[in-house]
């Protein structure tokens, strides 16, 4: 069955005859007798195009088109297009309902070629309306709402509704982008847009914010115990979908983090709504991440001065007491803070320096365990055998990336043969070891 049909008029006969015409051309209708009817009709149920007779006993024409407008406005709700249909000619009734923003009028008697044609140029031009407003309200990546149209949404129902409105952040994304390039970026992006809206009710509004920020506006989410529910839904959705994408190796820690406020939808603003949203997500973020929070009034983090330290006092603190021999062995995240600092350090004072992947293939008479196990050896032997100004990160289980940081070009060849001939020395053929090497240094140079 076509598009949707309401047809509203006191005269069955007329239902009969317009509901008959445009059966014919597969539209599905559904016929009301009177304006009040109507307006209880799209409470549950939204028609494509709405034919709504003028003259009616109780409610005419008129005063239903208002009533519906103000309902859809107050509603939220997208506006359903609708054509007068009429008996009179007189072009002030006609100016009226335009002046209203009424589509169309058709007269009675009904004209079958003259309906159809006119119900299906309104419907036409709605989904060309349609069509540009989604356009330019969504974001063309995950399909939801796009910023400015989230904010317009959010903004309408801080006012008007009572709900949660959440911020939503994608912990540790930078990660994907930086390791696994951003095309695998983008499809986590779907994936976790499509896991908020699973998690979150039908009748809940989210947008993507930019970037890996996201916000909800939800009426299904109503106590703190059902947030936390949420959260875990997602995160646990969001790491499985991961794993299904960049294998189960994949050891990213992402997670999402939710800070959310209670809207009572008494004429509230919605900038102040979401900067409590904002404290609350904080809050998550200096606790470890993937995590939810919701905001209480008065909740808000207090300056502490009773920790305040002088700097020799620091200096302590964060120094090495026993100061190692060995290169700097770094987590993923910890090593791209560290590698883009070095990077920049590089290139703003002219230095040298040098990346090195080291991919590790088991021997032909090696065994798993072996294998596993000489993995393991492998980064001990680079961390001993390397400086400590240079930085060590485990990709996988059998590779590690390495950056020899202000080095000489002349040396570096040395230095790799010399981490190969000791591993080899040591430990026979239980591997065999390949790598890649790339120069970093300062174009002017």
């Known amino acids: 069955m076509g598009r949707h049909i309401a047809i509203v008029d006191d005269d069955p006969i007329n239902l009969k005859i317009a509901g008959k015409m445009l059966a014919k051309h597969e539209m599905k209708v559904s016929c009301i007798p009177s304006g009040k009817a109507l307006l209880s009709f799209v409470k549950s149920n939204r028609p494509d195009l709405i034919l709504l007779d003028i003259l009616m006993p109780e409610m005419d024409g008129f005063e239903t088109y208002e009533k519906l407008k103000a309902y859809e406005a107050e509603s939220g709700i997208d506006e359903i297009p609708v054509v007068f249909l009429t008996a009179d000619s007189d072009k002030q009734t ?28 309104v419907l036409e031009k709605q989904a060309q309306i349609n069509k540009y407003h989604k ?67 039908e009748n809940d509004v989210i947008g993507r914010m930019g970037g890996d920020e996201f916000s909800a506006f939800s009426v299904s989410v109503q106590s703190e115990e059902e947030l936390k529910a949420v959260t875990e839904e997602i995160n646990k959705s969001l790491v499985g979908r991961a794993k299904e994408l960049m294998g189960e190796q ?71 007491r026993n100061i190692s021999n060995t290169a700097l062995r770094l987590s ?88 190969i001939d000791k591993w080899i020395k040591g430990n026979s053929d239980v591997i065999t070891i390949s790598y890649e090497m790339e120069l970093m240094k300062n174009e002017e140079m």
């Open 94 to 121: 006609e100016a009226r309902g335009f002046d209203l923003g009424v589509d169309d009028f058709v007269r009675k008697p009904f004209d079958p070629d003259v309906l159809v044609k006119r119900v299906t140029k």
């Open 332 to 419: 993923k995240d910890d090593f791209v803070a560290v590698y883009r600092f070095v990077t920049r350090y590089i290139m703003r004072y002219s230095k040298l320096a040098c990346k090195l992947l080291f991919t590790l293939d088991k021997g032909t008479n090696t065994t798993d365990s072996e294998y596993v196990t000489a993995c393991e050896d492998f980064g001990v032997h680079l961390e001993d055998i390397l400086r400590k100004s240079d930085l060590i990160m485990r990709y996988n289980d059998s590779q590690y990336f390495i950056m020899l940081t202000d080095v000489k070009e002349e040396a570096i060849q040395h230095i790799t043969d010399h981490i």
């Open 135 to 201: 356009e330019a309200t969504t974001d063309k990546l995950t399909g939801l709402l796009n910023k400015g149209a989230a904010i317009e949404k959010f903004t309408q129902l801080v006012r008007d509704k009572s709900g949660m409105l959440m911020m939503i952040d994608l912990d540790s994304f930078k990660l994907v982008n930086d390791l696994y390039g951003h095309d695998m970026g983008d499809e986590v992006l779907i994936s976790f847009s499509k896991i908020i809206t699973k998690a979150l009710g």
């Open 250 to 320: 994949m050891d990213i820690p992402l997670g999402a983090s939710i800070g959310a406020v209670k809207v009572s939808g008494n004429a509230q603003e919605y900038p102040d709504m979401i900067k409590l949203a904002d404290k609350a997500l904080y809050n998550v973020k200096q606790n470890g991440k993937h995590g939810c929070e919701l905001y209480v009034a008065g909740s808000e983090a207090k300056i502490s001065l009773s920790d305040r330290i002088d700097l020799r006092s620091l200096s302590m603190l964060f120094s090495e």
